[in-house]
């Protein structure tokens, strides 16, 4: 797929040049084709998902989402552009978000929706229920980016608040929106709209939702996620309901033919080996508790440096990691220890380096294109793109996960853990491990004590 004969730096204008590619969703350009231009697409950590009631986490110390100035009543107009994808409407940084580890700032909202006759367009599903529309307000993570165009390719880049929508009531609300449609039929166009308050979009319960590691829902879908989509849905009428999906074109105004921007939706993708939180009790349910994080960090400890035979038996693994595991405690078993550890000192040193490194837990993923260029298009001989970032990627963002009990230890992670391993030497200072594996685990989440009323 990537000429062999560029260079790193043609590798990294073609990826920049692909990236400009147009994308949409209908057969021609749609989620199948997505991949194609934009490789995180088909990474692992991908949105939206399939909730299931039946199989969430609830976690006591999920706060309410607080919103801070929200209404923008009286303040400046607010931009309305139609992106050919959605519409979206520019948010002032004045409004914030606290209730999360970080403080999140507004940069844009937008909605995804389905179609006149088929009113079903949310992109997340609940038991498989699909809602009408689906509202994203995007916020960025404020202590540590300046401005969201630096944020969003990071990590803990984004915080998207989700709003499912079905049709019922008339909303006031959403008609500070919709009534204004009819000046951005074409991709492109653009209108200034009174600002208003925004909290009117939102379900009266802010208490009661979804939380999961995931992407953007859209190219380059980069895994910057933090999502939390509110379970309670809001209405619109079904007059506003045909606004919204009869009124506006993806394509742009000098285009022959007329492309109406209807089921602009992304469809559930694997959840893969990620947990998804609740913050409220419903059907069955299991709790998280600090044991989990304790349990969790020996069994990384012990994959560094301990017994591999005592990870396997702890029966806390997936199946396929254990055989994994399995195998390499074979392998280990029959090799002899390896020589170049000459004192404890030089073997502290190796670990503490390799520990340092694996703890960032920020992944960049544009400067990750930048480093590994060469790496990617050697490689690109017998893998795809996609393929090569997503082992560049994984195992970072895996532990991260497994350490704060929201995923379960992927393969690819234990192979990464394991490829620092001195076999067969005994490492004594098993605890000097400690303050870089509670990198992970000084999440607020976990320290739910705190946090109890
Ligand atoms: C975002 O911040 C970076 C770094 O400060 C800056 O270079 C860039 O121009 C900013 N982008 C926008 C859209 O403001
Ligand atoms: C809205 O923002 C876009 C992008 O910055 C800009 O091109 C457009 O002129 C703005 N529209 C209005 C009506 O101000």
């Given amino acids: 797929m990537l000429p062999l004969s560029l260079t790193p730096f043609a590798l990294l204008l073609q990826v920049a040049v692909v990236y400009g590619t147009n994308w949409g969703y209908t057969s021609r350009d749609g989620e199948s084709h997505w991949n194609q231009h934009f490789p995180y697409c088909a990474g692992p950590l991908q949105s939206p998902i399939a909730f299931k009631t039946a199989k969430l ?69 609940v038991d498989s229920k699909r809602y009408a529309a689906e509202l994203h307000i995007v916020h960025y993570n404020s202590e540590k980016y300046p401005n969201v165009s630096m944020a969003f390719d990071k990590s803990d880049g984004l915080a998207v608040l989700g709003v499912f929508i079905e049709i019922g009531a008339f909303s006031p609300g959403y008609d500070n929106i919709f009534s204004y449609l009819t000046q951005i039929p074409k991709k492109s166009n653009s209108h200034n709209i009174p600002a208003f308050d925004i909290r009117t979009l939102m379900p009266q319960r802010l208490d009661e939702y979804f939380r999961y590691d995931g992407s953007l829902t859209t190219p380059p879908c980069y895994q910057s996620v933090q999502w939390t989509v509110f379970k309670n849905p809001i209405t619109v009428s079904q007059a506003q309901y045909d606004t919204l999906t009869t009124t506006l074109f993806a394509s742009s105004a000098n285009q022959a033919i007329a492309v109406p921007l209807i089921n602009n939706f992304r469809k559930p993708l694997p959840i893969e080996n990620r947990v998804v939180l609740s913050s409220f009790k419903l059907g069955v349910t299991t709790y998280m508790s600090t044991t989990c994080v304790l349990k969790r960090k020996a069994i990384v400890r012990q994959l560094l440096v301990g017994d591999l035979e005592e990870v396997i038996e702890s029966g806390l693994l997936s199946a396929s990691a254990t055989k994994l595991l399995y195998q390499q405690y074979a392998q280990a078993e029959l090799k002899q220890p390896i020589h170049g550890f ?44 996609a393929v090569t970032l997503a082992d560049a990627v994984l195992p970072k963002l895996n532990l991260n996960s497994y350490l704060a009990c929201k995923a379960d230890l992927a393969p690819a992670t234990i192979k990464y853990i394991l490829s620092g391993r001195p076999l067969g030497n005994e490492y004594e200072d098993f605890f000097l491990l400690d303050p870089y594996l509670d990198r992970y685990t000084m999440h607020p989440w976990l320290r739910q004590m705190e946090w109890e009323d």
């Fill in 57 to 125: 986490i609830f976690d006591a110390s999920l706060r309410p989402i607080v919103l801070e100035n929200y209404d923008l009543t009286g303040g400046r107009n607010l931009n309305l552009t139609n992106s050919g994808h959605s519409f979206q409407v520019v948010l002032p940084s004045t409004m914030t978000i606290s209730g999360l580890p970080q403080r999140y700032t507004a940069a844009q909202l937008h909605i995804h929706w389905g179609s006149k006759t088929s009113p079903l367009g949310s992109e997340h599903t």
């Fill in 342 to 385: 000459t004192s404890s000192a030089s073997v502290s040193s190796k670990w503490l380096s390799m520990l340092k490194e694996i703890s960032q837990p920020t992944v960049a993923f544009g400067s990750l294109l930048q480093q590994k260029s060469l790496e990617i298009q050697q490689s690109t001989t017998t893998k795809s793109l």
